[in-house]
């Protein structure tokens, strides 16, 4: 018995850490305003009487997120004026996104989606783009902050925290716009100005998180010393300060991107196939989830409760679970567990449209979601920060999750067209089969990453060590 305890006391150690405890508010602050950009945002456009065709078109605000690449080597090279002089690089970044995604929050607490939708969709695109922002800034502080092996618990306790601040986002706006409204049956655009200037409040928690965070202790010295030495290749061509800024964009924004393709070579292809498919029969559903709710009749104090509180164990069993899984049986193990899982898990929503208004249907179909996403996104996060390397984390990982939502957004616009044309069950039926090929691309990396592996000698067996089947970098 004895053994037993000291067994699950090693395998839950590592959740024990200091950093581990960071990520998890700061997941949150990263969790909260894309609900309320995202699924939040469709109930209220829903409720309004905004048409499911036009929501699912405004889902595309969305794709802010799969854009930030662009500008994520500002945030890895360029410092802030006084944010970085008094918090760091790391932080300094991440205080100024917060801010702005306060402002935001508070611009749409202000807004009418009947009156002014145009006002309502700039608010929720600024709040899209501050929230890009310190998506980026957190994923290079969670990989900078931790060796490799611990790299599956950080992405874990970020998934719980993200996971939780879905639920407040989504569960706790929907019951505060509940007890505003004087009518449950009647739209109230007080209630949902009130639920989202709470939000902005909430957003707290990353700020005050940041503030008590310690600063990443990453070596530029390689990235620094590629700059200066392009810098004195352009200054024989150009003037001095032409020259310092071809080098910075140079380093900044192209060195990045050959640096990930001269490690992985051809077989970048197929790992980048992957990433911007593995997400797709969740992104794909997600958009008609709260909007399917409605339509079957479940009011909003049903939905917060049962599809996203109850749903919250769950999601935490699943989150810890996956960061368990990863650390004892590897990465692509349980990336393939996750896919599957979420796969199958969608069937459960066409049965739902089959049968109609059920309450305990719901509770389970939702529980076993939130469960199979929290095992899969955490296995996705580990991998996604092992193909980073240093120097140019903030930028490799900003491209890198930014090709996991571009494909998926994309399709998942035309959600609203296609339950039009063709009814919920087979949408639900779809988005499930569309998630199986993935099967087949993490099955065909896997391969090619062990015959990667097999080509060099013992030195990989530090990333063994890590639980992360990973190429050495």
């Not at 801010?99 to 989606?113: W, Y």
């Amino acid at each position: 018995m004895s053994d037993i305890l000291n067994r699950c006391r090693d395998l839950f150690s590592v959740y024990y850490h200091k950093r581990v405890l960071i990520l998890l508010f700061l997941g949150f602050s990263a969790g909260l305003p894309l609900m309320l950009v995202y699924s939040t945002l469709s109930f209220w456009l829903r409720e309004a009487g905004v048409d499911r065709a036009a929501i699912g078109y405004f889902s595309w605000i969305g794709l802010t997120f799969a854009f930030k690449w662009a500008w994520s080597p500002l945030v890895d090279r360029m410092t802030l004026p006084l944010f970085t002089a008094f918090f760091g690089r790391r932080r300094g970044w991440m205080i100024f996104a917060q801010l702005c995604l306060i402002g935001a929050i508070i611009g749409l607490s202000t807004s009418d989606p009947i009156e002014d939708l145009e006002r309502l969709a700039i608010c929720a695109l600024l709040l899209a783009f501050a929230s890009a922002t310190q998506d980026i800034v957190i994923d290079a502080f969670r990989i900078e902050s931790a060796p490799e092996k611990m790299q599956a618990a950080l992405a874990a306790a970020y998934q719980m925290g993200y996971r939780s601040a879905m639920i407040v986002a989504t569960a706790g706006a929907l019951t505060i716009a509940a007890w505003i409204s004087p009518d449950s049956q009647t739209y109230n655009l007080e209630s949902w100005q009130t639920a989202y200037f709470v939000m902005a409040l909430f957003m707290s928690v990353g700020l005050i998180t940041t503030l008590f965070a310690k600063e990443p202790e990453v070596d530029t010295k390689a990235a620094d010393a590629i700059e200066l030495k392009l810098q004195q290749d352009f200054a024989k061509r150009y003037p001095p300060l032409l020259a310092k800024g071809f080098a910075w964009v140079y380093n900044a924004c192209i060195l990045p991107f050959i640096d990930f393709f001269k490690r992985y070579g051809k077989k970048a292809i197929l790992i980048l196939l992957l990433i911007s498919c593995y997400r797709i029969s969740d992104i794909v559903m997600g958009v008609m989830a709260n909007v399917f709710y409605v339509d079957m009749g479940f009011s909003k104090e049903e939905i917060a409760f049962l599809s996203k509180v109850y749903g919250l164990i769950m999601t935490l069993v699943g989150a810890g679970a996956g960061g368990i899984l990863v650390m004892k049986y590897g990465t692509m193990r349980i990336l393939f567990l996750g896919a599957l899982l979420v796969a199958v898990t969608n069937l459960l929503f066409a049965w739902q449209a089959y049968i109609g208004y059920n309450v305990p249907f719901l509770t389970f179909a939702i529980s076993i979601d939130n469960f199979s996403a929290g095992i899969a996104t955490a296995a996705f996060i580990a991998y996604l920060s092992n193909l980073t390397s240093s120097g140019y984390s903030a930028t490799q990982y900003a491209l890198l999750s930014s090709i996991m939502i571009l494909f998926p957004k994309f399709i998942a616009g035309f959600s609203g067209e296609y339950v039009n044309a063709f009814g919920y069950v087979n949408f639900f039926i779809a988005a499930s089969l569309i998630g199986f090929p993935v099967l087949l691309l993490v099955v065909l990396v896997n391969r090619s990453q062990n015959a990667n592996i097999a080509s060099i000698p013992t030195d990989a067996s530090s990333n063994e060590s890590s639980g992360v089947d990973k190429p050495p970098l």
